[in-house]
């Protein structure tokens, strides 16, 4: 497979679904192509194993399984550059964890954790984040029987607890996003916005504010996930915040434009009450019409705000001391 095939092969892999019921196999292991229901698998370069042949009887293995392996990692090289180029550059993942949980003798770990700490010994390597996977490309030998593998995968490393997505009527250029509990916008948080109109969405910790162009609605979409998932988009037509901090002391969130009616999340967070981290993307026009943006339309001018939340940690103490056992102020 050349760099474009392998490109093409990793773009296909952001969105192909995952199996439900399906098990995760080890044949990756082998240079085989597989889809499971955590991982995908596009082989790229196999060089089969010397193990019990006539390059491992004369002593001759050892350097041509290193030529491969250079080979194999110069490729890996090009192909990163190649995607660093269309998308934007990796971020070091590693599987650290399970593999430290794979030598303590964790009965826990699955098969496909187990697989993938091994394979990689748990050393850091090149990854790029996106909704809840990585894209990465994997190079390594399980062990002396098994091949030296290159492939592109699709791991998952978060799951979407709750997915909400909805239209919302812009007044005042802002969005505001607070829990139910914090009765009064800090005005701190405004002054954020209004130092800087380019931002898109500052927080203060109990109020997320996101700043809208001159616009009547704007389009929402609001997921809750176990773990960070990553940024939204690989490529630069949504513009990402930094990771911000969120306060979520009853669990439900609401969003408004004042004086706009708010909307409430139709359900509580699944994880309770706590600290949030939060990432906010937002992208000027969908895509349909940023393609010709200078042509006029009859509809409404939109913007698209995605909103991903994970729980990071309880609630401060100053919290904890205005709640009663049932979550409700004292």
């Given amino acids: 497979m050349d760099i474009g095939g392998v490109v093409a092969a990793a773009e296909e892999l952001l969105a192909r679904p995952f199996l439900d019921g399906s098990a995760d196999s080890s044949d990756w292991l082998e240079g085989a192509a597989q889809s499971g229901s955590q991982a995908h698998f596009v082989p790229i370069a196999v060089f089969a194993s010397l193990h019990e042949t006539t390059a491992d009887h004369d002593g001759t293995a050892w350097r041509l399984l290193d030529e491969a392996y250079q080979s194999f990692e110069q490729f890996r090289r090009d192909v990163v550059a190649a995607l660093t180029t269309r998308w934007r550059p990796p971020e070091p993942h590693s599987f650290h964890a399970e593999y430290e949980r794979v030598v303590a003798g964790d009965e826990s770990v699955s098969s496909l954790e187990y697989d993938l700490a091994m394979f990689t010994s748990g050393e850091p390597f090149p990854a790029w984040r996106h909704e809840g996977r990585i894209i990465t490309l994997l190079l390594g030998q399980m062990d002396k029987e ?146 010709s943006p200078s042509q006029p339309t009859d509809e409404p001018h939109t913007e698209e705000f995605t909103i991903d939340l994970w729980r990071t940690g309880d609630l401060p103490q100053e919290w904890l001391d205005l709640l009663d056992d049932d979550g409700l102020q004292r």
Wanted: charged share 25%.
């Fill in 146 to 291: 098994f091949p030296l593998v290159l492939t592109v995968a699709a791991v998952e490393v978060a799951t979407r607890l709750l997915n909400h997505d909805f239209r919302q009527p812009i007044s005042y250029s802002n969005l505001a996003m607070r829990d139910e509990l914090v009765e009064e916008p800090p005005h701190e948080t405004h002054q954020l916005l209004i130092s800087g109109k380019d931002a898109v969405a500052v927080s203060n910790g109990r109020e997320l504010l996101m700043y809208c162009w001159s616009v009547r609605t704007a389009l929402v979409n609001v997921a809750v996930w176990n773990a960070d998932p990553g940024l939204r988009s690989p490529v630069q037509d949504f513009r990402h915040t930094e990771i911000l901090r969120l306060e979520c002391p009853s669990a439900r969130l609401y969003v408004e434009s004042a004086p706009d009616p708010s909307q409430s999340l139709p359900e509580p967070l699944p994880e309770g009450a706590g600290t949030y981290s939060v990432r906010v993307a937002r992208r000027r026009q969908p895509p349909d019409r940023a393609e």
